[in-house]
């Protein structure tokens, strides 16, 4: 069986639309006959339920312009998966905006009024804004076609801690971190602040404070430093000078998630900016913490190979991971591992 | 007991020399007393067996610019799991170059002629050269002051596998990758070169090359595209085009690795350039992946962050992470937690 390309479009006759489209879900009735997406002429190509494309095989229909080869490899690995569904960027399939290949549900078609997953086809040296993120799915081919799918979502973060530190507790800033000696009793133990540096029993004797929690604190009068001026210049200077700008974006998320009932530790072991624990009743109660918190800059593109490295990384220790994109307010910004 | 601070070293009596040094390890015999370095001063300023240090207690002396408050907490550290140490910087006590604490194997001392780590202690945001690295143990303090222990060392990477494409395999270039129809039988299966796009029983009919992949096979006579002109230049132009300077860095390590009896594929899913194979006979005898190669420019400096990152998802997977530097010649580093 033979097909027509024209203007980014390839036709086939009457069989063609009750063999394709009408037992399998390609394309779309047109007259007669049916219309397919050069993507979706490829599988047929490839499947030998064409013959041929204008005299193109599918070697040659696949080496041309016309058909998008990352596009095919995705269309073809979800085909096997056993879903029906549609390349966009034909006037009969809607475009959704990000997307490129829309999926329906299993035992559905085009004819269905139900969309499973909304596709976004990336290699993996693509950049993609994190603007463009939060309701499609990428699928990552890598230099050696396989796929990745990633899962985005731009979830609700709260939780439900509810400690507020005493006020004017008195602190050392060394060089980068402060250490309060024998701090209130709850401040670790309740809030979660610091680390121990030594104890004696229950009792904290010491407590470090990363600069960013000695930052929130001083903000919040809970902290006061025995600096020569104004503490919260002091923390702030010394803050930008170990981390540059990158501080104040992480003292904003650190403060979000304070204000949200969550409380946010160092995630270095995960190579995040944060480790979260929606609900703290004491730490000697912990539970684990749920997500790992990375803090991205306005405008910030993502590298699929770093997306996929982070959302390994938190699939591996159970934990969520979660972007949050810092502009005018904070949004955020979730990636999971999919399989479709 | 009181000690006195001049020029960068500390001194004490007859007492303090047999308490500290004699029976547990601290500092120097000078004459009857003892010297000591700041942060053995500390430590025992922290522990209460000093009580002063030109008049200063532990809280002073810390805050002080005498003590670098980083090597104190991993100073600190390493006393509590059990080992003697001594910190560089003092003239009784030999500078073995990027080393700040010498620690001796549990149960021995300065007195001893052994070494079991030398220790470099960075913060989280600090940048340490690549070349640097390869017998030291790195101790990074995050922001919280907890420390991570990361062993590195200068592998031999090489391999057994024993596999020579055969020539002038005929491939179409497209986008990003090259498709090889009806390659030879043993390309994939013995040689581990490409990815089946789709096979007839055991026979792969056609195979998708990496560009890194296909840029080998060239330069190796093995492989012939349908180009305009230069093969070599054409895919070496592309490889380009998709991925800039990294491009050459990876096929040079890549090309290396072959030449080794290795075989790498893409690390992509782990975030890295490859997942290397040393000992490939077939492709459905394959064992798992050995080590996790990440290819770095020449003067790289790591974020110890990213550093960690990478150790703990390999370690997540049972690879060792390895990364092969790219100045004149190749030199391979790697990196593992360790637990001292």
């Not at 036709?11 to 779309?28: C, I, L, S, T």
């Not at 702030?236 to 409380?263: H, I, K, M, N, P």
């Not at 490295?309 to 699939?315: E, F, N, T, W």
Request: with cysteine; proline share 5%; hydrophobic share 40%.
């Amino acid at each position: 069986m033979d097909a027509t390309l024209s203007s980014g479009v390839v036709r086939a006759g009457r069989q063609a639309r009750e063999q394709f489209h009408d037992a399998r879900g390609y394309g779309d009735p047109d007259g007669e006959g049916v219309r397919l997406a050069p993507v979706e002429a490829a599988h047929l190509l490839y499947r030998g339920d064409l013959d041929a494309v204008d005299g193109m095989g599918f070697r040659e229909f696949l080496a041309s312009a016309a058909c998008p080869d990352l596009h095919f490899l995705v269309y073809k690995d979800l085909r096997d998966r056993g879903f029906y569904l549609s390349p966009t960027g034909v006037d009969w399939v809607e475009d959704y905006g990000q997307t490129d290949l829309v999926v329906y549900p299993r035992g559905k078609g085009p004819w269905d009024d139900e969309i499973a997953y909304r596709v976004r086809v990336v290699s993996e040296r693509a950049t993609v804004p994190a603007a463009d993120l939060g309701d499609v799915v990428l699928a990552v081919v890598d230099e050696e076609s396989e796929i990745t799918y990633l899962e985005t979502d731009r979830p609700d973060v709260s939780g439900a801690t509810d400690y507020g530190p005493p006020g004017d507790t008195p602190g050392s800033l060394l060089d980068d971190r402060v250490l309060v000696w024998d701090p209130p009793a709850d401040l670790y133990e309740r809030g979660f602040y610091g680390q121990p540096l030594d104890r004696d029993g229950e009792t904290v004797e010491t407590l470090q404070l990363s600069l960013v929690e000695a930052a929130y604190l001083v903000r919040q009068n809970a902290l006061v430093l025995a600096t020569d001026g104004d503490d919260e210049t002091a923390v702030l200077d010394r803050g930008r000078t170990v981390e540059g700008d990158r501080f104040d974006r992480r003292l904003r998320v650190y403060s979000a998630l304070r204000e949200a009932g969550v409380v946010p530790k160092t995630g270095y072991k995960f190579g995040a900016d944060f480790r979260t624990y929606a609900d703290v009743e004491s730490v000697s109660e912990l539970s684990h913490s749920e997500l790992l918190v990375r803090v991205v800059p306005d405008g910030h593109g993502f590298a699929p190979r770093d997306l996929a490295l982070d959302v390994r990384l938190a699939g591996g220790v159970r934990k969520r991971m979660v972007f949050a994109l810092t502009a005018a307010g904070i949004e955020w910004l979730s990636a999971e591992r999919l399989t479709p």
